[in-house]
């Protein structure tokens, strides 16, 4: 793939993504190409995200009722499927990004630990 | 949780929306990446690459999409069942054979689970039927004897189990005064009997409380077909008098005949219900007597069986010690109203139940040969799909979904099998064998035939599944699609050989009680009962309490009529018609110091004619004689098996005897000896504890029986020519002698004999037609696999053809191939039968299950038809074109 020679990103760690979903749609409602774009740019370039793997967890997070979808037209007028976070999906944003929070933490205690 | 299953069954259910959706935005992302690369100062070709490459090919991801979706195993079968009927569709004749295989193997067990159904689980037609029970007199004995009527008072009153108690005795009346006189048949009960049934009337009301004891009104509930034939099915029943033997009875009610205990039992419906008191008051008042009186009882709730066993026993120990000379061995017997009704009919419904079982499942190994042929003509698809990443269990899925949709569409036409020959099965089912109505199309008959038919697809389907696992890929490639077959025929074959063993056994059984009931049929009974009419006749009420040489002269009369009718060759009255008399005397044998048990005898009581009419073979002395009448010394005449039994080596001629009527008190000459009769349909006789008979001349009765004559004797008639038309005859000649005398119960002797052997006769008829149709199965499975070894082996056989073998050498490769399964199926077959024998049980009678003449033949009509089978696809290796041979691949 073309970034990967040039640039190694960062792959994602197991069970990221879906967080990362959440986290995007709770700043408003966005369709799936906007969503990978949007992750790219706030991460600075620095994540990659398999665009494969982004639609599978897009209709698994709609199954689980967090997020729900709606076919509008976007900004360039041609019909797109919109996701927006439901009240459930924030707060399962909430207790995941606590819980990336303390594992962040916890992983870096350890680091730290092992350094000195 | 709601959410989630409406998202999945929204996925399940719009699919094709879905999926376009789906579709739109991937396209959507496409595009989008597809315009940022081109911004991005890529050129369009560039651009439209560089997008697929990064979303990583649109169809994986469409397919982790729906396996997001969570609707993947519902999905995949969907794809499995629209895949397999595609399969099936292109394969119309194979689909054909197998569907009809199956719903034949389906529709006979559907139709004989029915039959189990009804015997094992249908509810009787009652409120709570399981609180009814049958009660009886315990006597030494007879287990199931009567109650007398004095006791069942005791036990109504005495106990604390039953909610309610009834008795009743079967009887026959003749009804004068409206059209014709008649014979009606009558229950006599007592007041709670529809109470205890808890059975409404159709009209008016049924017996009061203490309205059918000794000394209640003259009143009587009707029957639903008597009600509706003479007495014109009017409202205005109620209120009318009817006149039974010469006395005015009023109606008071009309019964439905559905619910009536007789008809349950596979009997007919009384016509009249006669409260029990109007039995003459002076027999109905004896504890000791036996009046043929059963009872029926409804249990209080709550109270099992067994409390009302010792409740009931604990009466019967009281009733005992107040009344030792009747009451001293007498108890009581308790069963369930449906251990009553369908105890009987239970093993022989079971026996028929496990013989449709082995059908089903001779069909299913013929279908599992189909599979198996079909699915080596399928190797290369499956090879090509496997390479493709399909994983082997979900090739296994794929075949038995294919299999279960056949087993599926089998069972849908096995129903209407079982629709029709449920009518034939319910129509051959003997008088007497219980059963309830017909075919019930429930939820319970649907379950076991969707329930047998997934199960009968899966056994189909299992064996070729799991072969297709082994399926090597890169040899079935290569060999062109022909797929290897050794194996195969190994699969094949022992199927072959189990069908062929499992029919072996099947037609073994078959043939053991087609022999027992010929046996029966043509065993001599020492009578020719062929073109002999029972009766039973009654004189007109105005009789009944007549001297005796009245009635003697009127049944003169009638037996003169009859006799000189052109239609009668012989005729004789009697008693009872003798062969299916159950009626006991005692004896004393003059000259002979008494036996510690006193002997008895069987005794019929017949005119002189009877031994003509019957063609019984005199032995020694002489038949009775129109001499041998009432002013005559009396006479009796015996059978060789008494003369050897009392007499020993003795000319039995001239000696006498005395019996129990007239308490040992008058010698009786014996005149004659005739052949011993096989009495009580045969099979009965060799263990019948009594087997001596004693004949004694109608016209001898004493003056105090034949005053009875009037409420029923028999008659015996030989006809002359056509049995029918002697009947029709018989049928006007009566009421013309006597109006009010009737003629009733009319049967042919056959027909009593047909009656005894009906329940062996109905399992002959099922058992015979259940291995013909899986004589058949066999032989088109034995057909089938050949067929397909000698297709599998054209280029084989064209090639020795080519090389110069003869017909005869191909013929003989062929059949040394069948004929080694047809041999092992033999021989497991025999093991089989020799090891099932033990089990046909009651069906048997005089003949062995393992006779080795049967078997031998049941082997040779086997090893006719199979080879039959095996043949036909042999002449057509012998006759193959070897340039067509060759030129198959």
């Known amino acids: 793939m073309k970034g990967e020679t040039a640039n190694r990103k960062l792959d994602l760690p197991q069970g990221t993504l879906d967080l990362l979903i959440l986290r995007t749609l709770s700043l408003g409602e966005q369709h799936g190409w906007a969503i990978s774009e949007r992750i790219k740019q706030v991460s600075r370039d620095e994540l990659q995200i398999q665009q494969g793997s982004l639609y599978p967890a897009l209709h698994r997070l709609e199954r689980q009722g967090w997020i729900a979808a709606t076919w509008r037209a976007s900004e360039n007028n041609r019909q797109a499927k919109y996701y927006r976070l439901t009240a459930a999906g924030r707060k399962q944003l909430e207790a995941d990004a606590h819980e990336w929070y303390r594992l962040v933490a916890a992983v870096e205690l350890v680091l730290a630990g092992t350094k000195r | ?23 739109d935005e991937l396209q959507f992302h496409l595009e989008q990446s597809i315009a940022a690369h081109v911004a991005a100062g890529k050129p369009r070709a560039e651009a439209e690459r560089l997008a697929r490459v990064e979303l990583g090919g649109v169809e994986v991801v469409k397919e982790d999409c729906r396996q997001a979706r969570g609707t993947r195993p519902i999905e995949d079968l969907a794809t499995d069942v629209r895949y397999g009927l595609r399969v099936l569709r292109r394969a119309p004749v194979f689909t054909a054979v197998a569907v009809i295989t199956l719903a034949l193997g389906i529709g006979i067990n559907t139709a004989m689970f029915s039959l189990v159904d009804a015997s094992l689980r249908q509810p009787l037609p009652y409120d709570a039927p399981d609180e009814l029970v049958r009660l009886h007199g315990h006597h030494p004995q007879f287990e199931r004897g009567s109650i007398s009527f004095p006791n069942f008072l005791d036990w109504q009153r005495g106990n604390h189990t039953f909610a309610a108690m009834a008795i009743s005795r079967d009887g026959a009346f003749t009804l004068t005064g409206s059209g014709a006189a008649e014979r009606v048949t009558a229950a006599l009960v007592s007041s709670d009997y529809f109470v205890v049934l808890g059975t409404a009337p159709l009209l008016g009301r049924a017996f009061a409380r203490g309205e059918a004891e000794p000394g209640g009104p003259a009143n009587v509930v009707v029957g639903e077909r008597l009600w509706k034939g003479k007495l014109g099915g009017r409202a205005d029943v109620v209120g009318r008098s009817i006149v039974l033997d010469g006395k005015g009875y009023t109606v008071i009610g009309v019964m439905p005949a559905g619910p009536d205990l007789h008809v349950i039992a596979g009997g007919a419906a009384p016509d009249v219900y006669m409260p029990i008191g109007q039995i003459d008051p002076d027999a109905l008042k004896r504890r000791g007597a036996g009046l043929g009186m059963h009872g029926i009882g409804r249990l209080a709730p709550g109270v099992t069986i067994e409390q009302a066993r010792a409740d009931i026993g604990g009466v019967t120990q009281r009733l005992a010690q107040q009344y030792p000379e009747t009451n001293r061995s007498m108890g009581a017997t308790i069963d369930p109203l ?75 036409l096995g129903l209407f099998v079982a629709w029709w020959c449920s009518d034939t099965l319910f129509a051959l089912l003997p008088h007497g064998l219980a059963h309830v109505g017909a075919l019930r199309l429930d939820g319970g008959l649907l379950a076991f035939t969707a329930a047998i038919s997934i199960l009968a697809g899966l056994i189909a389907g299992l064996t070729p599944a ?26 094949q074959s022992t199927f072959v050989v189990c069908q062929l063993a499992m029919t072996f056994v099947l037609l073994a059984g078959a ?46 009369r009638i037996e003169t009529a009859l006799a000189a009718s052109p239609q009668t060759s012989a005729m004789s009255l009697a008693g009872e018609v003798p062969i299916e008399a159950d009626d006991q005397v005692q004896l004393v044998i003059d000259g002979k110091p008494p036996p510690p048990n006193r002997p008895s005898a069987q005794r019929f009581i017949v005119g002189p004619g009877y031994a003509v009419t019957m063609h019984l073979r005199l032995v020694h002395g002489r038949f009775f004689s129109d001499h041998d009448d009432e002013h005559a010394p009396p006479v009796v005449v015996i059978d060789d098996e008494f003369a050897r039994e009392h007499f020993g080596g003795e000319d039995p001629i001239g000696k006498h005897i005395r019996t129990d009527d007239d308490g040992f008190d008058k010698p009786v000459e014996v005149i004659g000896v005739v052949a011993h009769t096989k009495q009580w349909g045969l099979d009965r006789d060799d263990t019948s504890p009594v087997r001596a008979q004693l004949y004694q001349p109608f016209w001898q009765l004493p003056d105090d029986a034949m005053a009875g004559a009037p409420d029923g004797i028999a008659v015996l008639v030989r006809a002359r020519g056509d049995v029918a038309a002697a009947i029709a005859t018989e049928r006007e000649l009566i009421p013309a002698l006597g109006p009010e005398d009737v003629m009733f119960n009319v049967r042919t002797a056959d027909e009593i004999i047909a009656g005894y052997q009906g329940a062996r006769r109905f399992s002959m008829y099922v058992l015979v037609a259940f291995a013909a149709l899986a004589l058949l199965l066999s032989c088109i499975g034995v057909y089938g696999v050949l067929a397909y070894i000698v297709a599998q082996r054209t280029t084989e056989i064209g090639i020795r053809i080519a090389l110069g073998a003869r017909a005869s050498d191909i013929l003989r490769l062929v059949l040394r191939q069948g004929g080694r399964l047809l041999l092992l199926g033999l021989v497991l077959g025999l093991a089989g039968a020799l090891a099932a024998g033990p089990y046909a049980g009651a069906l048997v009678y005089g003949v062995s299950p393992t006779d080795p003449l049967t078997l031998a033949m049941v082997g040779l009509a086997v090893s006719l038809l199979a080879l039959a089978a095996i043949v036909m696809p042999a002449r057509r290796a012998m006759r193959m074109d070897p340039m067509q041979a060759l030129r198959t691949d």
């Not at chain 2, 949780?1 to 999926?19: G, I, Y």
């Open chain 2, 511 to 556: 043939a053991a009680v087609v022999r027992t009931v010929v046996h029966l049929a043509t065993d001599d009974p020492g009578y020719d009962r062929a073109g002999v009419i029972t009766f039973g006749l009654s004189l007109s009420p105005a009789l009944k309490h007549a001297p005796a040489d009245r009635i003697r002269a009127e049944l003169r």
């Open chain 2, 466 to 491: 799991l072969r297709s696992r082994r399926a090597d890929l890169h040899d079935t490639l290569k060999e062109g699609g022909r797929g290897p077959s050794t194996t195969r025929y190994r699969a």
């Open chain 2, 338 to 412: 449906r251990e009553a009704v369908f105890g009987n009919t239970r093993p022989y419904v079971l026996l028929l139940f496990a013989a449709v079982a082995l059908v089903l499942l001779i069909a299913c190994v013929n279908v599992a040969n189909l599979v198996l042929a079909r699915s080596a003509g399928r190797s290369r698809e499956i090879a090509i799909r496997l390479a493709l990443g399909a994983s082997t269990g979900r090739i296994v899925r794929q075949l038995l979904t294919e299999s279960v949709l056949l087993g599926l569409m089998g069972g849908a």
């Open chain 2, 1 to 23: 949780m709601l959410r989630d299953l409406r998202f999945r069954l929204r996925a399940l259910f719009r699919r094709s929306a879905v999926e376009r959706e789906l579709a």
